[in-house]
């Protein structure tokens, strides 16, 4: 069950996410944020998941969420979030790793956050570690 190098440049449909000061506020409250109306940086990281795009990009490239693990994100900031804008969210997968019978497959995904005059906001990268069932397993 490997997962097919072709889908190296697979892009989830482009979608539009608002910075809403209501969710903000409620996930500072949750992170036990100092102040309540100012943007952090991990907000990003919600945004990005809108409209279940890790969920279907898993499910385009046929990996088995038994058998997945988020290993690795990393953030590019920017620039700052303000609370009401419309940002634009690109998500598209940059790399697939160890397709040669190895027990396990690093899925490389791209996400690329920019404002409606095309400004790049933030850039994030995340890996995923897919182990394949059908590879011989090391005796420990």
Not at 39 to 45: A, E, G, I, Q, S
Not at 58 to 63: Q, S, Y
Not at 67 to 77: A, C, T
């Amino acid at each position: 069950m490997s997962i097919d190098p072709r889908h190296i440049g697979f892009a989830f449909p482009s979608f539009e996410v608002c910075v809403d000061p209501e969710r903000v506020h409620h996930f500072n409250l949750a992170i036990g944020a100092y102040t309540l109306d100012e943007v952090p940086l991990t907000f990003l990281k919600v945004l990005e998941g809108e409209r279940q795009s890790s969920r279907r990009i898993v499910e385009a490239l046929g990996i088995d969420l038994r058998r997945l693990l988020h290993v690795e994100q990393h953030f590019e900031y920017l620039q700052p979030l303000r609370l009401g804008e419309i940002l634009t969210i690109c998500r598209t997968v940059k790399d697939i790793q160890g397709n040669d019978g190895r027990a396990m497959t690093f899925v490389t995904i791209e996400s690329l956050v920019t404002r409606a005059d095309d400004e790049l906001v933030s850039v994030s990268r995340q890996i995923l570690m897919v182990r394949d069932p059908s590879a011989p397993q090391v005796a420990a």
